[in-house]
């Protein structure tokens, strides 16, 4: 169902009241969000289209990669929906890893994929994009729509103006791509960003080649271990 407070708070000022209600009810979705998400590991964000279905080659090859990123050690970690999320999550458990999901709560395409291990569903955009990003070392860009360029220039936007650190960024799929790519080249060259701006993600075709740049610029570099004890506290603290 549509979800009118978010609606009615995008509409302009309201009363102090309302107001400040509407941010308690925000702040019991981070927390959810936290108590939920707050075990599952280093996670690898996955983005995508929720419209492709499993014959389509995007999705194929987001399974794939999210297989390759599951067996190095990292939780695969999507908006929890059908396509390309569906793929991702699907890929973790293809080779035994963990998989979690951030469902947005709407009228279609609500629902959450089959493969997860956990999940939570949240009311609020905003509040979904922080959780997805919070997280995670890495961030994987595959075919999508507004949504998928959203999320993209989000974590862009955070790496640019050092919000968080250096994650890596992957854009997979060169051809359907070629235009994002175009235009951020035009930006370089009419200086609305800098040159070295490009040097923040990598764009591939290569499933190989993106499970390697996300590996060597993770794992080393942040000092990542993956401790199974996380799953023991988690009995005890719940989700």
């Known amino acids: ?141 595959c075919p999508g729509g507004f949504g998928t360029m959203d999320e993209f220039f989000e974590a862009l936007t955070l790496v640019q103006t050092n919000k968080i650190k250096r994650f890596p960024i992957v854009i997979l799929g060169k051809d359907f791509h070629q235009h994002l790519i175009r235009h951020i080249e035009m930006l370089i060259n009419e200086k609305t960003i800098s040159a070295e701006d490009n040097k923040l993600f990598l764009v591939t075709d290569s499933v190989d080649e993106a499970a390697e740049f996300i590996a060597s610029n993770t794992i080393t570099q942040f000092g990542l271990k993956y401790k199974p004890k996380a799953i023991l506290r988690e009995k005890w603290f719940g989700r």
């Not at 936290?34 to 964000?45: D, E």
């Not at 939780?75 to 890893?97: F, H, L």
């Open 1 to 141: 169902m549509t979800n009118k407070k978010e609606i009615q708070f995008l509409e302009g000022p309201r009363s102090r009241f309302e107001e400040f209600f509407f941010a308690f009810d925000v702040l019991k979705e981070f927390i959810k969000g936290f108590r939920s998400l707050h075990f599952v590991g280093p996670c690898v964000t996955i983005f995508g289209s929720a419209r492709f279905d499993e014959f389509n080659p995007h999705y194929i090859q987001a399974r794939e990669l999210s297989a390759k990123i599951a067996s190095a050690g990292f939780t695969i970690m999507t908006g929890g929906g059908p396509g390309i999320m569906e793929a991702a999550n699907r890929g973790a458990k293809d080779v035994g890893g963990k998989s979690v999901g951030c469902n947005i709560v709407l009228p279609h395409e609500q629902h959450q994929n089959p493969y997860l291990d956990k999940w939570v569903n949240i009311k609020y955009f905003f509040v979904r994009k922080t959780l997805l990003i919070k997280y995670s070392y890495a961030f994987v860009i």
